[in-house]
């Protein structure tokens, strides 16, 4: 490169002169001394030789202590996650055994709870299918009072009738001075047919009198006819009597009765509201 930077640059300066008198010594300095020298190459490769060795003696020991480093954190990580997993296996085991455990107090009661519906459903069927037959039972043997009574009615109107005539009365006390009444009474005309009753019942004392208004204010009577209804006894006033005022086909009966207070009504009811309806049984003399 010296030579032909010389013979580029001869003919410019003297510079260019000294530059290739220096050029040249060098050349010959590098003639003395070859840089391909034995020994120089062979001490170059050697420390070549020794710091290869030392960075693969570098990287081999990275190498290990990060594996044996990635070892630990990885055993420890994968301990205490094999542990968690262990305890939570543990606690959903517990779970499981406590929720098969509840499952089978559950089967066992809801089996039982079946087996008893199953045994009052029986015992229903079998009460209705008693209720239907003493129904009907009842039905014929109504049937048959019917036509009983129908015979003795038409024998009775061949004889004149029945007179219209009280059968039976009842005036019993109810929660918030209320009181229900009962009369039956009978009648049949000779004609056999039903005639209009109108009844009238009246309370007195020895100064007043206080007419109970009837619901309804009339029946129709063909046989027997049963009077029932309520009624709320007037503040202050104190019946010493009862008349019960009867009119039906032309014929009129009145009745007095006194006015007693019986003997103590126990379990009676604190409402009007917790009553049941008006009994309608026949009302013994």
Not at 217 to 239: L, N, Q
Request: charged share 20%.
């Amino acid at each position: 490169m010296c030579q032909d930077s010389v013979s580029y640059d001869l003919e410019r300066s003297s510079y260019i002169s000294y530059r290739h008198q220096n050029c040249h010594n060098q050349n010959n300095l590098i003639k003395n001394y070859p840089i391909n020298s034995p020994s120089l190459g062979n001490t170059q490769q050697g420390a070549s030789t020794v710091v290869l060795a030392l960075f693969v003696v570098a990287i081999l020991v990275t190498a290990i202590v990060g594996l044996l480093f990635g070892h630990k954190i990885g055993y420890q990580r994968g301990y205490h996650s094999m542990q968690t997993e262990t305890k939570q296996a543990v606690i959903t085991g517990k779970e499981a055994t406590q929720e098969l455990k509840d499952l089978r107090i559950s089967n066992k009661i809801a089996t039982n709870e079946a087996a008893t519906a199953k045994q009052e459903l029986e015992i229903s069927l079998a009460n209705l299918k008693e209720l239907r037959d003493n129904q009907q039972a009842l039905t014929v043997e109504n049937k048959q009072v019917a036509q009983l009574n129908e015979i003795y009615a038409e024998l009775l109107s061949e004889k004149g009738g029945m007179p219209l005539q009280i059968l039976g009365a009842k005036i019993e006390p109810l929660p918030e001075n209320a009181f229900e009444y009962g009369f039956d009474v009978g009648m049949l005309a000779s004609d056999g047919k039903a005639k209009r009753l109108n009844p009238t019942l009246t309370l007195l004392n020895n100064d007043d009198f206080v007419e109970v208004p009837l619901d309804p204010a009339s029946y129709a009577i063909e046989g027997v006819a049963r009077i029932r209804g309520r009624f709320t006894m007037p503040s202050g006033f104190k019946p010493l009597q009862a008349k019960l005022s009867l009119k039906a086909g032309g014929q009129e009966v009145e009745q007095l009765y006194d006015w007693k207070l019986g003997n103590k009504v126990d379990n009676m009811p604190l409402s009007l509201l917790d009553l049941a309806e008006v009994d309608e049984s026949p009302i013994e003399p």
